[in-house]
């Protein structure tokens, strides 16, 4: 028998070819996916996932209205003539209120674009974080009995702790087994310091408030981003 945890896809290369027709729920927790979250919570219409980062402003160029994710600098600001980059503490500061905008990222952006080229067959897309995983979950639930597939985009090739920790909060949700509170103190302990604790140590104040108040704010946003014609879009109906 087929149970969620048989349908965690456990990084980005592991995407098949041809996937089974589905919810697919992209999840980059450092930082794609909850940088996704928090454009949309601050009232982004919608979202073009790219190939590249250059592409952004080519997008931008045409269209002013465009908020176009990047590069950042060694201060952690958007370098050049790019808006934001990948942080989620970074979009507090960006008006993005009415706005369309543009990003990837080397995983989970990569992941997006790896189903969207498999030319999938009945398969839908969705954006998921630590942050958005009860919300997320609860619309999932109500689709008809549609499988979900949850991709943990990885890091680089590797398996990625962060990305297997969101993917554990919305596959409890979704099976309507929530995480006890220990559980949820215990993910909040180790979440910080997944990519090891030099990362965290050393870690830019910008950098810093993305592990400790953002990442770790489980299901605090309502946000559902959905692929729709193209675009992701929310689709929770808040607000």
């Known amino acids: 028998?087929?149970?969620?945890?048989?349908?965690?896809?456990?990084?980005c290369e592991e995407i098949p070819e041809n996937p089974a027709p589905g919810d697919?729920?992209?999840?980059?927790?450092?930082?794609?996916?909850?940088?996704?979250?928090?454009l949309?919570?601050?009232?982004?219409?919608?979202?073009?996932?790219?190939?590249?980062?250059?592409?952004?402003?080519?997008?931008?160029?045409?269209?002013?209205?465009v908020v176009a994710g990047g590069e950042r600098t060694e201060e952690f600001t958007a370098a050049g003539d790019y808006d934001f980059f990948n942080s989620p503490s970074y979009i507090q500061n960006l008006d993005v209120t009415d706005r369309p905008a543009y990003m990837t990222s080397?995983?989970?952006?990569?992941?997006?674009?790896?189903?969207?080229?498999s030319n999938p067959d009945d398969v839908e897309l969705f954006i998921g974080s630590t942050t958005n995983a009860r919300a997320l979950a609860d619309h999932l639930r109500g689709r008809d009995d549609r499988p979900?597939?949850?991709?943990?985009?990885?890091?680089?090739?590797?398996?990625?702790?962060?990305?297997?920790?969101g993917a554990t909060l919305i596959g409890r949700h979704l099976a309507g087994h929530p995480p006890t509170d220990v559980e949820r103190e215990?993910?909040?302990?180790?979440?910080?310091?997944?990519?090891?604790e030099a990362y965290f140590?050393?870690?830019?104040?910008?950098?810093?408030?993305?592990?400790?108040?953002?990442?770790?704010?489980?299901?605090?946003r309502t946000v559902v981003p959905k692929l729709e014609d193209g675009a992701f879009v929310d689709v929770s109906g808040r607000q």
């Open 1 to 11: 028998m087929e149970t969620l945890a048989s349908r965690v896809i456990e990084r």
């Open 24 to 38: 697919y729920v992209v999840i980059d927790v450092i930082f794609f996916s909850t940088t996704v979250v928090e």
């Open 40 to 65: 949309f919570e601050n009232g982004a219409t919608s979202l073009h996932v790219v190939d590249e980062k250059p592409q952004t402003l080519e997008y931008k160029a045409e269209n002013p209205q």
């Open 106 to 117: 080397s995983n989970g952006g990569r992941a997006v674009n790896a189903l969207l080229e």
């Open 148 to 165: 979900t597939y949850l991709v943990s985009a990885g890091s680089k090739g590797d398996v990625a702790t962060e990305d297997h920790i």
């Open 186 to 196: 215990i993910f909040r302990q180790h979440l910080p310091t997944a990519k090891g």
């Open 201 to 220: 140590t050393d870690a830019h104040p910008t950098r810093r408030s993305d592990l400790t108040e953002y990442i770790t704010a489980f299901s605090e």
